[in-house]
């Protein structure tokens, strides 16, 4: 990449880590986007570590070097003050199933990850059978992209707030080498891409600083600490919902609360819905040549982008240096 410049298409948490990845391998770097910051999805993400083990990038071996590069990455950054990157440790409940309490995406890469104690298991009402105890990291996007941004600007990089509705739009804002689509669910109508499906979830923000342990059960239920604890959640295909769901609201709380009886409904702030970028068949990092743009995909990271989005960075910015090699024939 050194010398070439490059154009990321998205500001969310997977545009802002292919931006500075590849402005590390001497790229000049431009972004290109429509929302920063708050009002992307990876803003509301609670931003926990943490791949479902059915999560899929290219191949089964590809998705485990990517996940480990991922961890690593955010790693370092964790004794950076401001980037919003901590570790943070919790368990996994399950009454219908041992393996639900395991990851093989997860146990490799992180320093703990084991049976939980009978102690441990005592401490959740409810008849949980099995149960694991891990340690992971905690990237929380409200704070991890206003650092990112600012690291992108230190190095010289631009940002240009614009819609583009065609891979040829880009060309009014420069002469690129290369534009890597990193617009998330924006993706689907950009490429006209069918595997695309809005997944929304819903969850609520909660003032509960005693709660230090994330806590995952079954459901789709999870709470998980950070500035406010992230108590969750719902999982809606087809759904392209904004605005909060009552009814979804009531069960999430009623399933959260059998999880932890502590939860008070005067701790909670707000709630919000997102929509996750889920794509059919997985994470698509490719490259394509559109009316002689070089492009490099990098989206649908469905409900793991935050854990993900360092790893397809790196896997987008080899496919780009390949894509920019001059030819040998
Ligand atoms: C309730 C909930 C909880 C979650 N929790 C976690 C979690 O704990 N851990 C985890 O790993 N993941 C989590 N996720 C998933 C995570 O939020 C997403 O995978 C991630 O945010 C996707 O990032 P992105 O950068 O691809 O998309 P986005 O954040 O949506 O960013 C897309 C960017 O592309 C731009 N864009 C799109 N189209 C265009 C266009 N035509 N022109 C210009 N710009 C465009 C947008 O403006 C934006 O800047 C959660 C999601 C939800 C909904």
Redesign the pocket.
Known sequence: MEGSSACV????????TTALLAQERGAKVTI?????RK?????????????SPSFFIISPEITKELIHYSYHYYKKLSVEIDAGVKPVSGYFLSKINPSHVRNHLLEDVVPEYRSMTEDEMNQFPGGWKWGSYYSTLL?E?RFFLPWAEKRFNERGGIIIE????SFNDVKMYGNFDVVFN??????K??CNDHKMVP?????YKVDAPWCDKFIYGEEDTYI?PGYLL?V??SRHFESFRTKPCPNDGAAIWSRAKALLPQLSPMQIRRQ??????YRDGGVRVQTEIINGIKVVHN???????????PGTAFHALQLAEQLLAPSKF
């Open positions: 298409l998205g500001a969310g948490v997977v545009g802002l290109l986007a429509d929302k920063f009002e992307t999805t990876s803003d509301g993400a609670a931003g926990i570590f943490r791949p990237i996007c614009a819609s583009i509705s990193c617009t998330g669910y924006g993706a109508f950009l997944l929304s979830g819903q969850i998980i992230t969750g959640g919000w819905v997102g929509v996750r970028p989206y649908g990271h469905g409900g793991y982008g935050v854990t993900s989005a």
